[in-house]
Each structure stands twice: as C-alpha cells, then as structure tokens.
C-alpha cells in the first residue's frame, strides 16, 4: 500500500471560501482524499491555515501556496511510504513543517493530506474508514444549533450557537426524529414572531431578535411546542465562544450593551445553567481566564458538562494543562485545530483517559466530507457536533452516522443517559 502520487486542488467551503482537498493515489490504483473545512470563531493557539493574502485574488483567501506545498515538499518526502503507517506519515508531516504551529507549509495543507492518508487505506482494506481508524461501536449523541449568533450571525446576538440535545432519545435515530420536530417547530415560532431572518453559517436559526433571553424563550417554546419536556426528553447547550467577548479584562454583550466583570460573568454562567435545561457549555470564559473556569467546573461541573474549545484546540500538550489544573471536564475535537489525524486520534484518547469526554465538531466553514462521522464512532467518543438539521454539508454528517449504524447493525450502540437529569 505504498503511495504513488499526491496532489491538491482548490475547492470551496461552505460558505464559499476557498480551502484544500488532497488526493493520494497508491501503486494499486486505489485513491483517498481528504477535505479540509475552515472555522469563523477561531481559537489564536489554533493550528495555521496558510491563506495567500493576495487581495487581487479571492479576496486573499486563496490556497494555491498551500495547494503547492502538498504537491511539491510534502508530496516528494512521503512517496513510496507505507500509507496505512498514519502515525509514521503524520510525524513526517510534522517534521518536515518543522514549525509549533504548522505554519510553514500549512495546517491545511498538513490535514489535506493526513485526512487522505486515512481515507486511502480504508479504501485499501475495503471497509469503512469507521472501521479502519478504530474499534468503535458508540453512535453519538446529536448537539443540533437551533439558533445562531455572535461570529456565525453577524453578531445579532452575542452567544454564538444556542443548541438541542436529544438526552431522552432512546436510539440514534429517534436523536434525529427529535431534532427534526424541535427545529422545524422554532422556525415556525420565528416565523410566527416575524423574527426569522434566515439560517446561519451552520444551519441553525439567525433570528431577528435582541437578546439572549428571547433565544432561550424561543427554544423552550419550540421543545414544548414539539410535545417534549424540557429538561427530560430535549435539553439545552449553549456555545458561548466567551473569547469573542472578552477585552482582558471585562466581558460585553455588545448587542445587548452590557459588561460584565469576570466574576460577575461566573455568576451569570451558573445562574443560566440553574434557570434553564442547560447541560453542556462550551467556552463559557476566554481561552487565557483560566481563573474563571477553575471557579465554574468547581461549582458546576458535576452536573454539567463544561466543554474546552478555545482553550484546548485539540492540541494534547493543553489539554493535558486542562487535566492537571481541573478547568473543564470535555474537550472539543476540530481536525483542522491541530492539523493531523494522529494528533486527533491522541487528542481523543488523552480526553478519554482522564474521565473527560470528547465532543467531535466540524466547524463553521463546512465541505461534503464525514470524515467526522467515521471518526465519531471508531473512537467511541459519544457526542458529535456538526451545526443544525439544514444544509448538506451538515445533513451529510448526520445521515452517514445513519449509514454507519447499518453497517454495524446489532453491534451498534448509544447512550445518552449520562446526560440525563
């Protein structure tokens, strides 16, 4: 399974920026591609896109560098190599970048390939790439966007994604029956309301609204509204992306003008989770007040599950300074944050391995590609995020979850009891 040629192409995301699918080609003819996606809210610890700059192309968005570096230095050093040695691969990758961050040749560049790799040997072996990264059997648990805001709505309202979570479905399929119900049903109140402006980046709602209180109206009303109990069978899960909104030194709902200190911020995080059916939160402070989220884990934590994005962005080395120092107890996993698919893969497994769970995501500038389905389920990892119930670079995901189960059949398993009241 030695790899014969590798090369890159320029397509766009979906939002219709530009961005990196790779191909690796083996001696055998078999072929695997890798898509790469592109995030909004973006993490500065994050892994480098390398992005041309030119303004006279693309707006300077373009990726022909990037797209060169796969088809030249990284194509020439990984030749003729063993393509199913993934950990062999990705560390040459690393290597050869030579670079903390990936920015030389290009995290983009670097995933492009390293997500082609994975696929080329699935193809190889002739079976799921589920199957040929790990032994997993666990269908995750939906987190669906039902309303968008902050940098995926043009900042209507100030937290990013107020979301659902099926926590009362029984099956992976009755996640889905769930959501579709409760979706639909909030943009008819919207549209009742006179308050539906469109979808946002992920799919989910963007509102016409003026505050975060009238989110949380609209989706109790659109869980109750879809005959479910709040709470019970349909709860809640807020990404606050509290990097966006924070100065150093104070937080600012700038649609809503009001500032908060950070203890003040603390307080009104675990007033929410007291108030509504909230059971996750994701980067609920800025990714350097590590203060604050040492506070709220300690207060909160056992009941609700307090995920790292920002702070962690899938790098091993911070979020193992997140074990030792208690700030969380989840990690989300963005391929693209840490650029390969060996460092994902470890990323997952040290989250795992302290009791933590993972919460695998795609990210606002989405493609076609569920490669994070696959990778949802070989690691077990329980929980996937792709954006809301719209838009086929989301459905995607969701409906090759479906695929996957049938191909497990009876060895198919879920669990959302653990994020039960």
Not at 105 to 117: E, K, Q, T
Not at 170 to 188: C, D, I, K, N, R
Not at 262 to 271: A, D, I, S, T
């Amino acid at each position: 399974m030695k790899i014969a040629e590798v090369t890159a192409l320029q397509i766009f995301d979906s939002r219709g920026n530009p961005t990196i699918e790779a191909r690796i080609k083996l001696e055998n003819g078999i072929v695997g591609a890798g898509l790469v996606p592109s995030g909004a809210s973006t993490g500065q610890f994050e892994a480098h896109e390398l992005r041309d700059g030119d303004p006279s192309r693309l707006r300077g968005k373009s990726v022909f560098q990037a797209i060169k570096n796969v088809e030249t230095e990284i194509a020439d050093n990984i030749r003729g190599m063993n393509v199913s040695d993934q950990a062999g691969l990705d560390s040459v990758l690393i290597r050869l970048d030579g670079t903390p961050n990936k920015s030389r040749l290009g995290a983009n560049a670097i995933l492009a390939v390293s997500m082609a790799a994975a696929r080329a040997t699935a193809n190889a072996r002739a079976v799921p790439l589920f199957r040929s990264l790990g032994e997993g059997t666990l269908l995750p648990l939906p987190e669906i966007q039902l309303i968008g805001g902050g940098a995926h709505a043009n900042w209507v309202i100030d937290v990013q994604d107020f979301m659902m979570v099926a926590n009362g479905a029984e099956s992976y399929e009755q996640a889905l029956e769930m959501t579709f119900e409760v979706y639909h049903a909030a943009g008819e109140i919207l549209e009742k309301r006179g308050q539906r402006f469109g979808l946002a980046d992920e799919g989910g709602y963007w509102p016409a609204i003026s505050s975060n209180q009238e989110a949380f109206e609209v989706c109790l009303q659109a869980i109750e509204s879809a005959g479910l109990k709040p709470g019970k069978e349909v709860s809640l899960s807020l990404d606050i992306a509290a990097s966006d909104l924070f100065d150093g030194e104070r937080y600012h709902f700038r649609s809503e003008k009001k500032s908060f200190s950070r203890e003040q911020f603390v307080q009104l995080m675990k007033g929410w989770c007291e108030d509504y059916p909230i059971i996750s939160l994701e980067d609920p402070f800025a990714d350097t007040d590590r203060e604050s989220w040492r506070t709220l884990n300690r207060e909160i934590g056992e009941r609700v599950q307090l995920i790292g994005d920002d702070l962690f962005v899938t790098n091993p080395t911070r979020i193992q300074q997140g074990i030792d120092e208690a700030l969380a107890n989840a990690v989300l996993i963005k391929l693209n944050q840490i650029g390969t698919v060996t460092e994902t893969l470890d990323a997952i497994r040290l989250t795992q391995k302290a009791g933590w769970r993972p919460v695998i995501s795609a990210r606002s500038g989405e493609t076609e590609d569920a490669f994070i389905a696959h990778l949802a389920v070989a690691t077990n990892a329980g929980q996937l995020k792709v954006g809301s119930f719209a838009r086929s670079e989301r459905m995607v995901k969701w409906n090759e979850v479906l695929r996957i189960a049938r191909d497990l059949g009876s060895q198919a398993t879920f669990n959302a009891t653990a994020f039960r009241r």
